[in-house]
């Protein structure tokens, strides 16, 4: 459980720093899940651009 644990706590740091995510520009849960779902998207790209060149 604690390397599960590393991984989501990896992008949720991502999120904050890298997506701007630490302090959210939105109001409202709608926008704020929205906005929390491209970040994610975002991060994913990243990672699978990382993956293809390794």
């Known amino acids: 459980s604690q390397r599960i644990r590393k991984r989501i706590?990896?992008?949720w740091g991502?999120?904050?720093t890298v997506g701007g995510f630490r302090?959210?520009?939105f109001?409202?849960?709608?926008?704020?899940?929205?906005a929390a779902y491209l970040v994610g998207a975002?991060?994913?790209?990243?990672?699978?651009?990382?993956?293809?060149?390794?």
């Open 9 to 11: 706590e990896e992008v």
């Open 14 to 16: 991502w999120m904050k």
């Open 23 to 25: 302090k959210t520009r």
């Open 27 to 34: 109001k409202g849960r709608e926008r704020t899940e929205l």
């Open 42 to 54: 975002a991060y994913n790209l990243v990672r699978m651009a990382r993956l293809t060149a390794a």
